[in-house]
């Protein structure tokens, strides 16, 4: 598929029949989508810890509510995101001979690095003060452990020794961990499995469907409400009998209606893949699927008065929740994939584009700096940095400030070839 050769003239409407990337290409949107979302995330992250904020910037609450802010969205988003990028992913691979098994191979060590990553982050909050090593250090030596076996170095080679040191790093942290349970041998537990996690279950159980179904449309189109059935048949208490499982998985969300958000963004992500498809029809499928989202989870919203399950609720992953979050994101990525890929309006948007291609690191980013703040915040200028959020104007502007900046950081280091890469 190709691109313009040259800008469109002033005067004259982009046209939106052309053709676009072949999947061995990076296609923009999605970069400058996955970046903004890292920057949103970072911003409302650090809005959390602020005085006075407004309810529509902050989750809903209490946790039960029914209800959602432009906050509760961000999750669900990059969960799509995970999905729209999928079949170019996987399609580039097959492009290049690998076999099925192959490609599955590389679905299963990718779901489980987030796994591992994941559960590392969540733990980080629960360090004893009275275990072996300081939370801060704890916290710290993860993250050291997680760039030695996945970060890309400019001009080295990730060598095994390498990635073995972080790799046994890791282990002897696993064995340092003390929680604030009783003591045992191993007290590193997967809790609710972090936002990593999380999405590593969803794009396992999405990877592991569109390899079944070899990228089939109709294959996706009807495991995406099943998925939604395996959350409703989870909420009805149909998986009781698997409750000793309960403290590694919860079907209903994890295997269910997260799955479900991935999937859906790998429908739309079909679009994207060859025979050549057009502006117009690509631009066309997310705004309708959008449409066929939002209808569908009003319409499953109007049951709440029936169950708490179809009330909207990120905590609880409810379907009508996903749904509506599918929805946004999808007629998101068409905004901006008529700007960058159709009208060709890119100007100030590289360095989101590049944060986008680095996002892992920006999920690792915060919580190193919200450690190293807490470690130097006896320190004037530091110390200055939490009383900034003792107000909301202030507290903005912080924010503002520390989500731009990580992200630029981000966006830094990626030009710089330093990266993270599962």
Same mark, same amino acid.
């Given at each position: 598929?190709?691109?313009?050769?040259?800008?469109?003239p002033?005067?004259?409407?982009?046209?939106?029949?052309? $053709?676009?990337?072949?999947?061995?290409?990076?296609?923009?949107?999605?970069?400058?989508?996955?970046?903004?979302?890292?920057?949103?995330?970072?911003?409302?992250?650090?809005?959390?810890?602020?005085?006075?904020?407004?309810?529509?910037?902050k989750?809903?609450?209490?946790?039960?509510?029914?209800?959602?802010?432009?906050?509760?969205?961000?999750?669900?988003?990059?969960?799509?995101?995970?999905?729209?990028?999928?079949?170019?992913?996987?399609?580039?691979?097959?492009a290049?001979?690998?076999?099925?098994?192959?490609?599955?191979?590389?679905?299963?060590?990718?779901?489980?690095?987030?796994?591992?990553?994941?559960?590392l982050?969540?733990?980080?909050?629960?360090? =004893?003060?009275?275990?072996?090593?300081?939370?801060?250090?704890?916290?710290?030596?993860?993250?050291?452990?997680?760039?030695?076996?996945w970060?890309?170095?400019?001009?080295?080679?990730?060598? +095994?020794?390498?990635?073995?040191?972080?790799?046994?790093?890791?282990?002897?942290?696993?064995?340092?961990?003390k929680?604030?349970?009783a003591?045992?041998?191993?007290?590193?537990?997967?809790?609710?499995?972090?936002?990593?996690?999380?999405?590593?279950?969803?794009?396992?159980? $999405?990877?592991?469907?569109?390899l079944?179904?070899?990228?089939?449309? +109709?294959v996706?189109?009807?495991?995406i409400?099943?998925?939604?059935?395996?959350?409703?048949?989870?909420?009805?208490?149909?998986?009781?009998?698997?409750?000793?499982?309960?403290?590694?998985?919860?079907?209903?969300?994890?295997?269910?209606?997260?799955?479900?958000?991935?999937?859906?963004?790998?429908?739309?992500?079909?679009?994207?893949?060859?025979?050549?498809?057009?502006?117009?029809?690509?631009?066309?499928?997310?705004?309708?699927?959008?449409?066929?989202?939002?209808?569908?989870?009003?319409?499953?919203?109007?049951?709440? =008065?029936?169950?708490?399950?179809?009330?909207?609720?990120?905590?609880?992953?409810?379907?009508?929740?996903?749904?509506l =979050?599918?929805?946004?994101?999808?007629?998101?990525?068409?905004?901006?994939?008529?700007?960058?890929?159709?009208?060709?309006?890119?100007?100030?948007?590289?360095?989101?584009?590049?944060a986008?291609?680095?996002?892992?690191?920006?999920?690792?980013?915060?919580?190193?700096?919200?450690?190293?703040?807490g470690?130097?915040s006896?320190?004037?200028?530091?110390a200055?940095?939490?009383?900034?959020?003792?107000?909301?104007?202030?507290?903005?502007?912080?924010?503002?400030?520390?989500?731009v900046a990580?992200?630029?950081?981000?966006?830094?280091?990626?030009r710089?070839?330093l990266?993270?890469?599962?």
């Amino acid at each position: 598929m190709t691109r313009h050769a040259a800008a469109q003239p002033a005067s004259q409407a982009p046209a939106i029949t052309a $053709t676009t990337a072949s999947p061995s290409e990076r296609l923009t949107s999605l970069d400058i989508l996955r970046g903004l979302t890292v920057l949103v995330m970072l911003f409302v992250n650090d809005l959390a810890g602020v005085t006075g904020v407004p309810g529509w910037m902050k989750h809903v609450q209490p946790p039960n509510a029914d209800g959602m802010t432009f906050v509760d969205v961000v999750f669900p988003a990059f969960l799509f995101i995970v999905g729209l990028a999928m079949p170019l992913a996987f399609e580039r691979r097959f492009a290049r001979g690998q076999s099925v098994p192959e490609v599955l191979r590389h679905l299963v060590l990718r779901a489980g690095s987030l796994l591992v990553i994941g559960v590392l982050m969540v733990n980080s909050d629960n360090v =004893s003060d009275a275990g072996w090593l300081h939370p801060a250090a704890w916290g710290l030596l993860v993250y050291l452990a997680v760039c030695l076996v996945w970060m890309n170095l400019p001009g080295i080679k990730r060598s +095994l020794l390498v990635r073995f040191a972080g790799v046994a790093l890791i282990v002897c942290l696993v064995f340092a961990f003390k929680g604030q349970g009783a003591g045992a041998l191993i007290e590193l537990r997967p809790s609710w499995w972090g936002i990593l996690g999380l999405i590593g279950w969803a794009y396992l159980v $999405t990877g592991l469907i569109y390899l079944a179904g070899r990228g089939n449309s +109709l294959v996706l189109a009807a495991a995406i409400p099943l998925l939604y059935c395996v959350y409703f048949a989870d909420r009805a208490g149909f998986f009781a009998r698997l409750s000793a499982f309960d403290s590694l998985v919860d079907f209903g969300s994890m295997l269910g209606s997260h799955a479900a958000i991935t999937a859906s963004g790998a429908l739309l992500g079909l679009t994207l893949l060859p025979p050549a498809r057009t502006h117009r029809s690509r631009l066309l499928a997310a705004v309708l699927l959008g449409a066929a989202f939002a209808v569908a989870g009003l319409l499953l919203h109007s049951l709440h =008065s029936l169950h708490p399950m179809f009330i909207y609720n990120k905590i609880a992953a409810t379907a009508p929740w996903c749904l509506l =979050s599918c929805a946004w994101t999808a007629w998101i990525w068409a905004a901006i994939y008529w700007l960058s890929e159709v009208a060709r309006v890119r100007k100030g948007t590289s360095w989101l584009a590049a944060a986008g291609q680095n996002a892992l690191f920006a999920f690792i980013l915060g919580p190193i700096a919200y450690t190293l703040l807490g470690l130097g915040s006896r320190l004037p200028g530091i110390a200055s940095w939490s009383w900034l959020g003792d107000r909301f104007s202030t507290g903005l502007f912080r924010s503002i400030l520390f989500a731009v900046a990580a992200t630029w950081l981000t966006a830094f280091l990626h030009r710089r070839r330093l990266t993270l890469r599962l």
